[in-house]
């Protein structure tokens, strides 16, 4: 079966320091990975999507990105932390792009 | 471009009282329509989907939903609700090209 990891599960950061989470993939192959940010009241923002390696879209300009080294990994980073990026950042995956998306637990990142 | 109203961010009902959560989309393509639900600091777990053929959908916990696209709505109900439905629920519209938008969320709680 297919299964999600994503890590770590907390993490507080001062401003201006670097970021970078991990998203990992297992029983799947080629699967469409995802990143979303989570803020209080404001649903769920789709940051990136890739539909393949080395293939990253992104859908809101900021100071975070993302790359996909290998076919079921695929990490959120940022250069220097704002406050604004604080939130739970939710990986996804899915076989394809009308299918439903399977969740990892998610990363409450706090910048302080 | 797609969107997703979740119009209600908060619904409590009493225990054992049937409950609606009311979702309008829209899209300019035929979409997949999804609903997830989030427990505190946890990922989303799908509830339910519509991709095609029947527009009542039932899904995991008693849930179901109707899709009705001249309302362009996917609501969901359950006829009486329990203490353990306490969550957040997330409506999700899916028009293919890799992307699924997600509404703002409604939460759920039921009181004893």
């Known amino acids: 079966s297919q299964t999600i990891h994503q890590w770590p599960a907390t993490l507080v950061q001062p401003v201006g320091s670097p970021l970078s989470l991990e998203c990992t993939v297992e029983g799947t192959s080629n699967p469409n990975l995802y990143w979303y940010r989570q803020a209080a009241g404001r649903g769920l923002q789709l940051l990136f999507y890739s539909v393949g390696i080395g293939q990253i879209s992104s859908e809101v300009p900021q100071n975070l990105s993302a790359s996909r080294p290998q076919d079921r990994q695929f990490i959120l980073s940022s250069k220097k932390l704002l406050l604004s990026d604080s939130g739970f950042y939710l990986c996804a995956w899915s076989p394809h792009g009308d299918s439903p998306l399977h969740f990892g637990n998610g990363t409450r990142l706090t910048v302080t | ?112």
């Open chain 2, 1 to 112: 471009a797609q969107s997703v109203t979740q119009l209600d961010s908060q619904v409590p009902v009493f225990e054992e009282a049937p409950v609606e959560l009311r979702c309008n989309y829209s899209s300019s393509v035929s979409v997949y329509l999804f609903w997830y639900v989030q427990y505190p600091n946890q990922g989303l777990q799908l509830l339910l989907k519509y991709l095609s053929g029947s527009t009542l959908v039932k899904g995991i916990n008693g849930f179901e939903a109707e899709f009705n696209k001249s309302q362009t709505s996917f609501h969901l109900r359950k006829p009486s609700v329990h203490i353990s439905d306490t969550a957040e629920y997330f409506c999700a519209v899916s028009g293919g090209y890799q992307k699924v938008t997600f509404g703002t969320g409604t939460k759920l709680q039921v009181i004893p």
